[in-house]
């Protein structure tokens, strides 16, 4: 038996290492730099970075590393080792404060939407002391920021933590209004549930489309689905619980709190989610969780896609972005309290999160944006491409009744008993979980269920949190002048004219259904199906104005960000595009003559036996593979003239809109000729393994 304990973040430097390891004014000096955000002193940094090496390099470590998160959306790394030369062809362990709090990689190969055109080419990483460093294949990892030398963010983790900033100062205002003046700040928290599929390494390695874009592009869907709903929660096959084990232990050395594993709907699926971290540590854990997923995958034989929809026909993977606000002194705001005080408080803040996403429902849909997303998104596996909030009944009746003056009572001296009343009864209720809901309650946190399985979890949070920090920031503004005693009407107002203006985007139905579509555009909500379509949100004005308002992202910012998410579908579909020509020409048209000849050989084989015309089926069949050549043929022509237009394309933009309008809808007339062509020929006539295979083979 291992000792879990001792092995849970044996290769993190956390804080028993740092107590350990720093002397006591240099401990408690890092402790208020992460905790406050305080400036860290060069003196107080070299104590530090001696500490690290001194325990990195008796773990085994070598090298030190600046891990950072581009706009790749993977993370970037480059290995200095700690070896300096002292002359006489000697050497020692070196590491210092400097080398520690920043550095230099050449910037000038990660995407930077034009952003180093204007400015320079380089780049610098800047130490996130708030979240650990680790050790991982004998390298010290520092969690770093991305920037060029002007200060524009380059990375992920930049913005994310701006806009943590952004929420703890609004959130701290409205808290000592509220006459909670204990809290000093607050921060988000983040449990990203990550779905994904395992299947058989030596069937990948068969497949350019998995190989090259992670997803098959053709393939007759499987006689069995996921129609018997028997995989969802069902007992782990030996592989895969071998893999479990083996990631679950990989993650805990590494601090990364993995709690719960399970398969999930479609056959092949799982899922894993951890404890939840505050929201700049969650991103770092996700990041590594994902990369230690496929490395371990690796390892069993397996392969861990991390697509949005790896396959035609069944469930996609999804990231759930389970999202709550908690106070210095570990009060979560988003529960609902046991005192009258308590209570308003959290329907403050319940209010200003129903508030942002109504207002910024745009932003929340750009920020789940990606080709592979879109396959994803209401396609009735996943919520619709609407953003929506589920609140569940009861919640919704609270909000009904401070709408209707039903909640404080004609009178003013049963306000506080009323409120107390009302509010505690909605304890944390498992039952009536909304599945089909893009952004759902669920009793002290909300779930965005949008994301994609493969993206950074950072987007909507930097998204989330601004757009809260801005409700709360006029929350603020409207309830500042109130005297103390007046507060609580004054914040039952305002929650009246805000329910009243924001109720729009609450919905507890069923997201999945054409009603709830038709009913959303008489609501006015945003509808935005694809990615090119939803883009342009990103630099419409009002989103502009609060990203600068808030110091989240400057205008060259966002507008080089949009440009970089463009070019990412861009090149993604183009990839597809290109990908699915080769394996049509090169591997399935030829095993389509093929057969189609030995059929034909058969035939006259048969013929000469029977001295009469055999089989008519046989000839039909023949004739059919040749017919699905043929045509096949034609729109492969087809869909190279389209690819050439994608590429004349005047702008970005527009290149996006035709992947999107031209080049996908060719793609999959071509998947449907080819798929139905497959089922007519025997699997060892084929040239790569089929849906049965990849889906039953683990
Ligand atoms: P499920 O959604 O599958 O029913 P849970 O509700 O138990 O599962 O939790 C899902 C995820 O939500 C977990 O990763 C958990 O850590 C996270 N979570 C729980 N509380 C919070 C919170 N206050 N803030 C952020 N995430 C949370
Ligand atoms: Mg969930």
């Excluded at 104590?47 to 950072?68: L, P, R």
């Excluded at 990948?204 to 996921?226: F, M």
């Excluded at 058969?602 to 043929?630: D, R």
């Amino acid at each position: 038996m291992k000792d879990i304990p001792a092995l849970y973040g044996s290769l993190v430097f956390n804080d028993k290492v740092m107590r350990n390891k720093l002397p006591k004014d240099v401990y408690k000096a890092l402790k208020k730099t992460i905790e406050n955000g305080t400036h860290l002193e060069l003196d107080v940094a070299n104590s530090v970075a001696v500490a690290m090496k001194e325990w990195a390099v008796e773990n085994g470590a070598t090298h030190y590393t600046h891990w950072f998160q581009p706009m790749t959306g993977f993370t970037a790394e480059k290995h200095d080792s700690f070896v300096t030369p002292v002359g006489d062809g000697e050497v020692i362990m070196d590491f210092s404060g400097k080398e520690l709090v920043k550095g230099e990689p050449d910037a000038s190969s990660f995407p930077s939407g034009g952003l180093r055109a204007t400015f320079e080419a380089r780049g610098y990483t800047a130490w996130d002391p708030t979240s650990p460093a680790f050790i991982k294949d004998r390298t010290l990892y520092i969690p770093t920021a991305f920037c060029s030398y002007g200060g524009e963010a380059l990375d992920k983790k930049t913005p994310l933590l701006r806009s943590m900033e952004a929420l703890n100062k609004e959130a701290v205002k409205v808290l000592h209004l509220l006459g909670n003046t204990e809290v000093t700040s607050v921060s988000t928290t983040i449990g990203p549930e990550q779905e994904y599929f395992l299947i058989d390494k030596d069937l990948y390695e068969k497949r350019r489309d998995l190989i090259l874009c992670g997803r098959t592009l053709l393939g007759a869907p499987a006689p069995r689905g996921q129609e018997m709903e028997d995989h969802y929660f069902g007992a782990l096959k030996p592989r895969v619980a071998a893999y479990m084990h083996d990631l679950d232990e990989e993650l805990w050395k590494l601090g990364i709190p993995a709690k719960t594993k399970h398969n999930e709907v479609a056959p092949a699926q799982h899922e894993l989610a951890p404890v939840f971290s505050t929201a700049n540590v969650a991103v770092d854990y996700n990041q590594l969780t994902m990369e230690i997923m496929k490395k371990t995958a690796d390892k069993h034989n397996m392969v861990c896609l991390l697509h949005e929809k790896p396959f035609e026909g069944i469930n996609g993977s999804g990231k759930h972005n389970n999202w709550s606000i908690s106070t210095n002194q570990g009060e979560n705001l988003l529960a609902p309290g046991k005192t009258p005080a308590q209570n308003i408080q959290f329907l403050v803040f319940l209010m200003a999160v129903i508030k942002a996403v109504d207002e910024y429902a745009d932003l929340m849909r750009v920020s789940a944006a990606g080709a592979g997303n879109d396959h994803r998104l209401g396609g009735n596996e996943a919520p619709p491409a609407i953003v929506s909030i589920f609140l569940g009944d009861e919640l919704t009746a609270v909000l009904k009744s401070i709408e209707e003056d039903t909640y404080f009572g004609k009178q003013k001296a049963v306000q506080l008993e009323t409120g107390a009343h009302v509010l505690p009864h909605f304890i944390k209720d498992n039952t009536d979980r909304n599945r089909t809901s893009p952004f759902a309650f669920t009793g002290n946190k909300f779930e965005f269920r949008m994301l994609g399985s493969s993206a950074s979890v950072a987007t909507p949070n930097i998204v989330l949190n601004t757009a809260v920090a801005e409700a709360l920031s006029q929350f603020y503004e409207e309830l500042k002048d109130t005297a103390p005693e007046n507060m609580e009407h004054a914040v039952h107002e305002l929650i009246k004219r805000a329910i009243k203006k924001h109720k729009k985007v609450i919905f507890n139905g069923n997201g999945y259904t054409q009603e709830w579509v038709e009913e959303a555009e008489k609501r006015g909500l945003y509808n935005l199906p694809s990615t090119p379509d939803c883009l342009p949100a990103f630099i419409a004005d009002k989103n502009v104005d609060l990203f600068m308002k808030h110091h989240v992202f400057t205008k060259e910012e966002i507008f080089s960000r949009y440009e970089i998410l463009l070019e990412n579908y861009v090149k993604t579909v183009e990839i597809e595009a290109r990908t699915l020509k080769e394996m049509t020409v090169k591997d399935f048209l030829p095993a389509v003559a093929s057969y189609a000849s030995t059929v034909a050989d058969q035939t006259m084989a048969m013929k000469a036996f029977a001295q009469e015309v055999p089989t008519s089926e046989a000839q039909a069949l023949v004739a059919e593979l040749g017919t699905s050549y043929e045509k096949l043929s034609v729109s492969l022509k087809d869909l190279d003239e389209r690819i050439k237009v994608v590429s004349q394309a005047e702008s970005m933009q527009e290149a996006a809109d035709l992947c999107h309008t031209s080049l996908l809808p060719a793609m999959d007339a071509i998947r449907a000729e080819a798929d139905a062509a497959e089922t007519k020929i025997p699997d060892e006539e084929l040239p790569y393994p089929t849906y049965d295979a990849l889906l039953f083979s683990i």
